[in-house]
Every structure is written in C-alpha cells, then in structure tokens.
Nanobody
Framework: QVQLVESGGGLVQAGASLRLSCAAS????????MGWFRRAPGKEREIVAA????????DYADAVKGRFTISRDNAKNTVYLQMNDLKLEDTAVYYC????????????????WGQGTQVTVSS
C-alpha cells in the first residue's frame, strides 16, 4: 500500500509558476513509476507527466511540454511538478499517482492516487 499526499496548489496569475509536491509513504517508493494527472472542470482526467522509477526517463503531455518539469527525490519519497508560464487552461485539480510499472502514461495502470490539489490560474 502507498499513501500519496499532494501539496503546493493555489491561485496564481497567468504566467506565474508553482511547484507541486507529492509525498509518498508506505512501500518502497523507488519501486513505482510516478505520474501527475489533472482534471479540469467538465473534462476527463488526463495525464500531465510521468517519471520512471529511477527518475531517468520522463514523458509529458503535449500541452505542457517545455513549461512543466516532473522530477523525483527517492531519498525523500517525493515527486515534484514544476509548472512555469501557467495558462488559464492549466486550471484543474492535480493528482499524483503511483504505478507498479517502470513508467506509465495510461491512467488504468496506476494503482494508488492522492486526493488532489487545486491549481487555479487567473487572468
């Protein structure tokens, strides 16, 4: 069992930056590929970024490439999402998730989820 707790969300203006954190507890953190997802109002949950168990491989949704960076610190059992140049369309609840796969972009293969943190971008 893995427990995930996100933090770092908030209300920011367009163009600003935020860093989300996801602290994991439970079984060995470095056994899990990690991902960040988001659900915008009225939309389905979608992948934002994924990172492999070691942190050596990452993948991003086209909408965030060049603006967002996913990273992890296995010594601290934490995964991060650095979000720069935020846009109105980035407004969503952001979730972190853990997968038993080395790296995964499909929601269906994630086994554990956090409760989410709200990110609101205003003009």
């Amino acid at each position: 069992q893995v427990q995930l707790v996100e933090s770092g969300g908030g209300l920011v203006q367009a163009g600003a930056s935020l860093r989300l954190s996801c602290a994991a507890s439970g079984r060995a953190f470095n056994n899990y590929g990690m991902g960040w997802f988001r659900r915008a109002p009225g939309k389905e949950r979608e992948i934002v970024a994924a990172i492999s168990r070691s942190g050596g491989n990452t993948d991003y949704a086209d909408a965030v490439k060049g603006r967002f960076t996913i990273s992890r610190d296995n010594a601290k059992n934490t995964v991060y999402l650095q979000m720069n140049d935020l846009k109105l369309e980035d407004t969503a609840v952001y979730y972190c998730a853990a997968s038993k796969m080395i790296i995964a972009i499909h929601e269906s293969v994630y086994d554990y989820w956090g409760q989410g943190t709200q990110v609101t971008v205003s003009s």
